[in-house]
């Protein structure tokens, strides 16, 4: 039987339990499940809303990831394909709850009253999903509330897109 040996002036027994110690954290970051990104890198906050470097806006309240489509007029279609193909951060995206988008809505901030923290000009983000493939609901920054329409209003919709937050390498 081998003998550990003695350490600056620990027991052999303390030693072999620092050596098991060490090696069971490196086999633990070693596995994929425990590295995630919670640590990253924070660009702004806004409240309970924090920016980070990736683009992905995590409320603390609520858990849930948002991620900001391109800022420009599309419909309800072009934002719900949008939001599919996202594939940014493992992927898992989905179109908002209209009562989801209430987090975002922030009364004072701007002439949309949208926090400042996503980049979007338009005064309507698109929500999903859509039981009636002849209207579509929009939630309106301007006042905070949804919408029924039929067709895109005249500065368009935006497209984000929301998910329950993730674990990333």
């Known amino acids: 039987?081998?003998?550990?040996?003695?350490?600056?002036?620990?027991s052999r027994v303390h030693a072999h339990l620092a050596t098991i110690l060490a090696i069971g954290w490196m086999a633990l970051l070693a596995l994929p499940?425990?590295?995630?990104?919670?640590?990253a890198e924070i660009v702004a906050?806004?409240?309970?809303?924090?920016?980070?470097?990736?683009?992905?806006?995590y409320d603390t309240d609520t858990g849930l990831e948002w991620y900001p489509g391109p800022d420009r007029a599309m419909t309800w279609q072009q934002a719900?394909?949008?939001?599919?193909?996202?594939?940014?951060?493992g992927g898992g995206w989905r179109m908002p709850a209209r009562h989801e988008l209430d987090a975002l809505h922030r009364i004072g901030d701007g002439v949309r009253n949208l926090t400042p923290l996503v980049p979007h000009t338009g005064y309507w983000v698109w929500a999903g999903p859509s039981a009636d493939r002849s209207a579509r609901w929009l939630y309106g920054l301007g006042y905070g509330g949804e919408g029924w329409s039929g067709q895109a209003p005249a500065d368009g919709g935006r497209a984000i897109a929301v998910r329950i937050r993730q674990k990333y390498p």
């Open 1 to 10: 039987m081998a003998t550990v040996p003695s350490i600056a002036g620990k």
């Open 33 to 39: 499940s425990a590295r995630w990104a919670v640590s």
């Open 45 to 57: 906050t806004d409240g309970n809303l924090v920016r980070e470097h990736t683009g992905v806006i």
């Open 80 to 89: 719900r394909d949008w939001v599919a193909a996202l594939a940014t951060l």
